[in-house]
């Protein structure tokens, strides 16, 4: 059974390509006004008895899964979330801190909040750092820096909506030739478990421990 976490097929690989592997993360998802969608017909999307929550469940699954492919392990989650922009019974924004115990951290941030009607209809930023350097993106623009060595621009493209053709045509291809898929349902539940603890902190306040095996 597959999964579609579909940054998986992003551009993370060729980010971590010589062996990099960065100690601290930053992956942001800004997508559109929670209004947009009782104006397409799922108003259930913004009732957290039907929906789960709001932004964060929705939009942090793809990052939680892209976290777990940088850290070995995750064993603290902190989180806030907020509504206070729109109101709304699920929140429309939130931001968690994962912790590793070698001192590696990821920060997935998401969002409702983007203008609707702005030319573009999400904000999408990545970083990445390690001792040697670091890599930054937005959106379709970025670049990466070595110690001694200049800023140099990079062209990368971190539109979800072109990998889910990808991802559907990758598990079809796997299934056809009796592998497993891309990303199979054991990366669902490593995740859902990052949700729900980072949940659990919002609602108290404090850090919840957890013990999650990076991939």
């Known amino acids: 059974m597959g999964v579609p976490l579909v940054q998986s097929l992003g551009p993370l690989a060729a980010m971590l390509e010589g062996g990099r592997r960065p100690l601290h993360a930053w992956f942001r998802f800004i997508a559109g006004p929670p209004t947009r969608y009782p104006a397409s017909g799922s108003a259930w999307m913004l009732d957290p008895a039907q929906s789960g929550g709001g ?3 929705n939009l942090s699954g793809h990052f939680l899964d892209l976290a777990l492919r940088l850290l070995p392990r995750v064993t603290r989650v902190s989180a806030r979330t907020s509504n206070a922009v729109y109101g709304e019974p699920i929140e429309d924004y939130a931001l968690a801190t994962l912790e590793s115990p070698d001192g590696g951290t990821a920060v997935v941030e998401t969002g409702y909040l983007y203008p609707s009607k702005a030319g573009r209809v999400r904000e999408v930023y990545y970083s990445l750092f390690d001792c040697d350097g670091c890599q930054v993106w937005w959106a379709d ?8 060595r200049p800023w140099m621009e990079q062209a990368v493209d971190l539109d979800s909506d072109p990998l889910y053709p990808a991802f559907v045509a990758a598990t079809l291809a796997a299934y056809r030739a009796g592998r ?4 199979r349902l054991d990366a669902m539940v490593a995740v859902m478990e990052l949700i729900e603890a980072a949940y659990g902190s919002a609602r108290t306040g404090q850090p919840v421990s957890v013990d999650v095996a990076g991939y």
């Open 180 to 183: 497993p898929a891309p990303v």
């Open 141 to 148: 623009r970025g670049g990466s820096a070595s110690n001694g």
């Open 55 to 57: 932004c964060f469940i």
